[in-house]
């Protein structure tokens, strides 16, 4: 009676029972018959209705009804999943990193921003004032031939260091690496403030952080992320910013070939539209370690590491000749000898940023003088974890679990 069990078997399996055959010796009934006791198959994993139905169809060889084989073709349209890589490049003094996109129909190569603490892509575009464009490379939506005009939509975005840019709205195919969105919200600048204009390389920014902060009006537009995330193997992506060489944002996947040791994992409170986190404190150097929660986001789109300023005199009081200089609005210190390492905690773990990366940039022309890579967070709210502590690190930026992974390299 073997088919009897087998097809028994597979019915059992397809709602996620598996029926235990009994071996000879533990039937309970007479001779000749046999009673099937149902156990549930701790492994089986859940299987796609439809999947489990089609399984059987298939195993006998029966020709899969139309609905069926529509379902599944469906469903396995849905399983496909990618990832993406893009290397990003340093400008002077790491003070930003510009990474290329190309977007419409034949493409426009521009290079970007990719600011983890905005949620916008807006490009430098034709409908703006040419007294406005310094070199950049602009978006002409009139030269693709999928823009479609958001009609009735603009935006207005004013950044943390006082640089602001406006415009309206297309929806465009945007490709990153081989990753491509067909209808992408393009904000297309027609006003951009002198820090972008001066800002001569940079062709607009690309927002990673929540599209809750989308600047878009009447209707808010989704990321470039949020609308691949569900496309790729995992809904994160990473961040591996390094010092005057190019790096890398990945898109569904962890290279365990770019870091060491083991991720720090912190949670993200996504409240404010950030990938804001808490560290639980700081050391300077090799001293003590000191508890001092650090509320802050982890903002690629900012050069600096902007702190407390309880953490950051405490921090300058340890190297010889430091001092706030008015002119300059920031801490400075004698570019020589080396500044002590600065250490923040991640959850159980620690990010150290070596001290000649705290030196930013010479204050002065003789060099004496650095300017500070750390320095205060004062009115801004909340600290701001930039290029200076994201280039130390390999990061995590996993919108499925709401958290960030923090890992030396
Ligand atoms: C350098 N100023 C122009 C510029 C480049 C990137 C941005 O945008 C910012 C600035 C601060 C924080 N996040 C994004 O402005």
Known sequence: MLLFPTILTAA????????????????????????????????????????????????????????LRAAIARFRQNQKRTTGTIATDPEKHDVEYLTPISV??????????????????????????????????????????????VQGSTWKI?????????????????????????????????KVSSEFT?????DGLLGLGFSAINAVEPTPQNTFFDNIKGSLDA??????????????????????????GNISWTPVDSSQGYWGFTSPGY?????????????????TGTTLLLLPKSVVSAYYKEIQGAQYDSDQGGYIFPCSPTPPDFVFGVNKGIVTVPGDMVSYAPADSANQNCFGGIQ??????????????????????DAGGLQLGWAAK
Do not use: C
């Not at 050391?283 to 903002?299: C, E, L, Q, W």
């Open 158 to 190: 004013t950044y943390g260091d006082g640089s602001s840019s406006s415009g309206d709205v297309y929806l465009d195919t945007v490709t990153i690496g081989n990753l491509t969105v067909p209808s992408q919200a393009v904000e297309a600048a027609k």
């Open 376 to 397: 205060t967070d004062t009115g801004i709210g909340f600290s701001i974890f930039g290029d200076v502590a994201l280039k130390t690190s390999f990061v995590v930026f």
């Open 12 to 67: 059992l399996a397809a709602t996620g029972m598996a029926a235990a055959i009994p071996s000879r010796d533990d039937t309970t009934a007479n001779k000749g018959t046999a009673s099937l006791l149902q156990v549930r198959n701790p492994s089986f994993e859940f299987r796609h209705g439809p999947l489990a139905l089609a399984k059987a169809y298939q195993k006998f060889g029966a020709p899969m009804p139309e609905d």
């Open 198 to 202: 001066d800002d001569s390389h940079n």
């Open 104 to 149: 419409g129909t034949p493409s426009q190569d521009l290079v970007v921003d990719f600011d983890t603490g905005s949620s916008d892509l807006w490009v430098f575009s034709t409908e703006m004032s040419t007294s406005d464009i310094k070199g950049q490379t602009v978006y002409d939506p009139n030269n693709s031939s999928t823009s479609e005009k």
């Open 283 to 299: 050391a300077v150097g090799t001293g003590a370690f000191r508890n001092h929660s650090i509320s802050g986001i982890a903002d």
């Open 235 to 260: 809904p994160l992506f990473t961040v591996d910013l390094k010092h005057g060489t190019p790096g890398s944002f990945n898109f569904g996947y962890i290279d365990p070939a770019a870091y060491i």
